[in-house]
T-cell receptor
Framework: EAAVTQSPRNKVAVTGGKVTLSCNQTNNHNNMYWYRQDTGHGLRLIHY???????EKGDIPDGYKASRPSQENFSLILELATPSQTSVYFC??????????????FGPGTRLTVL | AQKVTQTQTSISVVEKTTVTMDCVYE???????LFWYKQTASGEIVFLIRQDSYKKENATVGHYSLNFQKPKSSIGLIITATQIEDSAVYFC????????????FGDGTQLVVKP
């Protein structure tokens, strides 16, 4: 079964500091995604990637960068964290594998608080 | 533009009854995939069931089934014989076949199953 892990699970950062959220998947999926979830907004796409070396902007990319150094790893980087970026962040992986499996598999989430 | 709308913010039912959660979507693509995900109280997001737009038969997995009404752009989730542990937030989502592997999510419906 799909396995997506995230680290850290909880993070407290200071305004203006740099934050890196990491995601690892062992599914050998080409595609990986970063979402944030705020109360009343569901899941909003920040960045995604089609494979190692690629990153694409999602719906709310401002203030975030992404890095995909390998098939397994996808990072979300907040260069200058702001309190408005306090949220729960989810990583997901997905692919068009055999049998037409188009769904995404999610990690456990990272709760980020920016003070 | 792609859009997924869940108008029910919260539903409360008595256990062992059947519940239906509504979802409507917008797409200009003739081929697409529809998904339902469950987010538990712990925050875990789990894929439940998928409907392919070209299939006329409604998908069924365990005690989850779908009511796919293509002319109405509607994909309802039906949970039969509800259990206390079905209490969660349920997200409807859509992916267009010709898209860049993005999935669009609704804002979710909170289901409370009471004894």
């Amino acid at each position: 079964e799909a396995a997506v892990t995230q680290s850290p699970r909880n993070k407290v950062a200071v305004t203006g500091g740099k934050v890196t959220l990491s995601c690892n998947q062992t599914n050998n999926h080409n595609n990986m995604y970063w979402y944030r979830q705020d109360t009343g907004h569901g899941l909003r796409l920040i960045h995604y990637s089609y494979g190692a070396g690629s990153t694409e902007k999602g719906d709310i990319p401002d203030g975030y960068k992404a890095s995909r150094p390998s098939q397994e790893n996808f990072s979300l980087i907040l260069e200058l964290a702001t309190p408005s970026q306090t949220s729960v962040y989810f990583c997901a992986s997905g692919d068009e594998g055999l049998g037409g499996r188009y769904e995404q598999y999610f990690g456990p989430g990272t709760r980020l608080t920016v003070l | 533009a792609q859009k997924v709308t869940q108008t029910q913010t919260s539903i409360s039912v008595v256990e062992k009854t059947t519940v239906t959660m509504d979802c409507v979507y917008e797409t200009r693509d003739s081929s697409y995939f529809l998904f339902w995900y469950k987010q538990t109280a712990s925050g875990e997001i789990v894929f439940l069931i998928r409907q392919d737009s070209y299939k006329k038969e409604n998908a069924t997995v365990g005690h989850y089934s779908l009511n796919f009404q293509k002319p109405k752009s509607s994909i309802g989730l039906i949970i039969t014989a509800t259990q206390i542990e079905d209490s969660a937030v349920y997200f409807c989502a859509m992916r267009e076949a010709n898209s860049n592997n993005r999935i669009f999510f609704g804002d979710g419906t909170q289901l409370v199953v009471k004894p």
